[in-house]
């Protein structure tokens, strides 16, 4: 890539922001819809456990405009759309697991005419106890997976050699997707018994071999198409499976095409969550408050099915050091069985869960110890050539954690505001304030290793344009943008050369879901792999027809370049076209260095780590609980940016809906197991009051990947999430109780202080 490109620095706005602002920007629902199209809607459980009695659905077919029904008998091939492991029925046969679970589907000329037949099921269930909570499911042992243990150094000696020890229970709690385009599906019957279908999904190659295993039929019948999602976080990774599936066997069955579009109460109601987690811990640690040992239980709520709760579980336990270097720990990992809809990927992918944990295990020791908690954080750090080794044994190579860390203390004035917060809280007894600073590090790629890879496809047309495709999804965060400054900059071109066209199974096959903030790593580097291919055919070109022996061939300003010769970047691609020069490859990338053992967990999970820190600031109503987060300050490294504007929105993003997580997201369930946080009168997430006046963001500007990765970027989707664990650890120093439950709602904050 030639440096002196400035693609990489201009302010290059996401290629769908005015048409997001304008409402120009076409989702499945705007597609024009075809003819003969049948609706959908979604019979489910009323009950959390227990089994279905009896079912007459004769007045649902009866109902005016239904066209058809279908239960788990109409299925022609499996009735599963488990990611990983089975578990995921699409309709109940006879036990019913989770208030929520599909039992049958109706295929009707309105929407409205097929959510009415619904009402006239008539099911009768025998009711069981439900299991609910996380500890009742470790006590009688209801798990999804076996549980895991990962250790190192001695924790029994290193516990009775410390000079203090505490111990402890904390809860986080699960956090609703709540996407902005709801889950839908629309699936067209072609030819010869193909299906097209429209998905809103973050994986469209798994989407197309789930639904092919439940019809019974070849990867190769089906066609997944996606233009653009209204957002994932993990939601649409493997929840979006169910709703193509219902959708394509209505449109196999009726020989019409089906649309499934579920309204926000059913999509909160039948999709997985975030992990809601239980810890249980104790530690060990010196005066300075240096780590010394760590005993720990994870245990986290998976829900009826194992779902992604595997990987997602690895990862808190390797997101459980955070920056901290862990001499001794013991470790458990319980993924239990609840019955409650399986929770699923979320923003983070359980190391928010992780982190919170040794957050709180930090803070509890700097109150112990009365030492700022800084303090103790900085004691604790990763260093550069000493204590640089994680729990799984992988080497902490780029560590820049302290210098972020130092650097945002003194940007922020962070010890100058600590004094003043003290100073406010003896003055006054009704309203307190608290700061703190929390850190960052966080490992890119994905845990489980072979999904670590992306492909693409290139052509340039003879008039010198550029048509890209590639594996990855666009859902807001801007990788469409990436990906073409990326493709640009390879080939020396403006952006306006560059077009990409919807994510395809039909041309891009076998791809990995966007997830895990690693599309932009994956995706671009098979860009450049497929362009350099091209680049490969054009210099045999060069060095046959402009007699040019030499290496060096630059590309740039829309010239080519080579030896004292140029010539015109379109002017060369005619040329090599009319020569029989191909202008046309498929581009391949899998992720170097990346390893793990399942059994032990131990190895190199992650081909680097991406860190930040930030300072929160808030004022709580001791009365009340009610509370406002007053300053946040940022610093966050982002590698050497692609696109900083799109870097910068990411990172205020995540921010924003960690936020979301820690103080005012709250997901119940009643005593019978029904969920009810299930639309937005009951499901708070921030709004923009919940956005700090003084909000200061800021890319650390010696970011640079020692990774190869494109233009040495790092990967900013995920990491700028954990940030918020700022203002949890701020609010917990306001209340002054380490109880303080998450998420740090009102009610929390005034059942901490009555404490």
């Known amino acids: ?53 009896s079912i007459n659905l004769k007045e649902v077919t009866k109902s ?34 989770y208030f929520g679970q599909p039992i049958f589907a109706v295929a009707a000329e309105t929407c409205e005419l097929a959510r009415k037949a619904l009402r006239k099921a008539k099911i009768n269930y025998l009711k069981e106890k439900p299991i609910l909570e996380i500890k009742d499911a470790i006590k009688k042992k209801s ?80 066609n997944v198409r996606v233009r653009r999602i209204g957002g994932g976080f993990g939601g649409k990774e493997t929840q979006s499976f169910i709703f193509a599936a219902i959708s394509a066997l209505l449109a196999k069955k009726t020989g019409r095409a089906i649309k499934l579009r579920v309204d926000r109460d059913d999509d909160m109601i039948i999709t997985g969550k975030r992990h809601d987690f239980y810890y249980k811990y104790k530690v060990g640690f010196s005066n300075k408050g240096k780590i010394n040992g760590l005993d720990l239980i994870l245990a986290s709520r998976c829900g009826i099915s194992p779902d992604l709760s595997d990987a997602i579980n690895d990862r808190a336990i390797y997101h459980i ?15 239990c069985k609840t ?46 050539n000493r204590n640089n080794i994680t729990h799984y044994d992988m080497k902490v190579e780029d560590n820049i954690i302290n210098d972020i860390f130092n650097d945002l203390l003194k940007k922020s004035n962070y010890q100058k505001r600590k004094r003043k917060v003290i100073e406010f809280n003896k003055k006054n007894t009704i309203f307190k304030k608290g700061i703190s600073i929390t850190p960052v590090k966080f490992g890119i790629s994905f845990t489980t290793t072979h999904l670590n890879q992306g492909g693409a496809l290139v052509h340039i047309y003879t008039d010198g344009s550029v048509h890209l495709n590639h594996g990855g999804i666009e859902m807001g965060q801007g990788l469409m943008t990436k990906i073409s400054q990326i493709a640009a900059n390879e080939l020396g071109l403006s952006t306006d050369e560059i077009k990409i066209t919807s994510t395809d199974t039909e041309k891009v096959p076998n791809t990995s879901a966007s997830a895990a903030s690693a599309s932009t790593d994956i995706n671009g580097a098979a860009v450049v792999n497929a362009i350099n291919k091209i680049k490969n055919n054009l210099a045999y070109f060069i060095n046959k027809n402009f007699k040019y022996k030499g290496k060096s061939i630059k590309y740039q300003n829309n010239k080519v370049l080579f030896g004292n010769k140029s010539i015109d970047f379109k002017k060369l691609i005619s ?46 109503d001791t009365l ?22 799109i870097d910068l929105g990411q ?52 970011g640079l990947n020692i990774e190869k990765t494109v233009n040495r970027s790092k990967a900013v989707g995920e990491p700028p999430l954990m940030l918020a664990l700022s203002t949890f650890m701020a609010l917990k120093n306001a209340v002054n109780n380490n109880n303080l439950k998450a998420p740090a709602t009102p009610e929390n904050i005034l059942t901490a202080l009555q404490e």
């Open 1 to 53: 890539m030639d440096k002196k490109n400035k693609l990489f620095s201009i302010k290059k706005e996401h290629e769908s922001a005015s048409k997001h602002v304008s409402g120009k920007a076409k989702y499945i629902d705007d597609i024009p819809e075809p003819k003969n199209l049948l609706h959908t809607a979604i019979g489910y459980s009323q009950i959390a456990k227990g089994k279905i009695k």
């Open 64 to 97: 005016a405009g239904v066209i058809d029904v279908i239960t788990y008998k109409d299925i022609p091939g499996i009735n599963d759309v488990g990611p990983v492991f089975k578990g995921d029925p699409i309709f109940a046969k006879k036990n019913i697991e």
């Open 143 to 222: 798990f999804v997976l076996n549980t895991k243990i990962i250790q190192k150094g001695n924790v029994a000696k290193s516990l009775k050699d410390s000079k203090n020890t505490i111990d402890g229970e904390l809860f986080s709690g699960g956090q609703d997707h709540f996407y902005l385009e709801g889950q839908i599906a629309l699936t067209v019957p072609k030819e010869d018994n193909n299906y097209l279908i429209y998905s809103s999904t973050q994986h469209p190659s798994e989407t197309q071999q789930i639904v092919a295993k439940v019809l019974k039929q070849k990867f190769n019948s089906i």
């Open 321 to 335: 050091d955070n920056s901290y270097f862990l001499p001794n720990i013991n470790l458990v990992s319980y993924r």
């Open 339 to 384: 019955n409650t809809v399986s929770n699923t990927a979320f923003r983070g992918f359980g190391g928010p869960q992780g982190m919170f944990c040794i957050e709180n295990i930090i803070e509890n020791i700097s109150e112990y110890l009365n030492i700022d908690a800084s303090i103790i954080r900085k004691n604790n750090f990763y260093q550069k």
């Open 575 to 620: 040329l090599a076209h009319l020569n029989r020069i191909s202008l046309s490859s498929s581009g391949f990338y899998k992720t170097p260095k990346v390893f793990v053992n399942k059994e032990t967990l131990k190895g190199r999970p992650f081909l680097y780590f991406s860190y930040g820190a930030a300072v929160s600031e808030v004022i709580i």
């Open 624 to 645: 009340t609980g009610e509370n406002k987060l007053l300053q946040v300050d940022i610093l966050h490294d982002v590698g050497k940016s692609i696109n900083p504007s």
């Open 651 to 702: 990172i205020e993003g995540g921010f924003v809906q960690g936020l979301g997580w820690l103080t005012t997201e709250q997901i119940s369930w009643n005593v019978n197991g029904n969920l009810s946080t299930y639309s937005p009168s009951t499901y708070k997430i921030p709004v923009s009051k919940d956005i700090p006046e003084k909000f200061n963001v800021n890319i650390y500007e010696k």
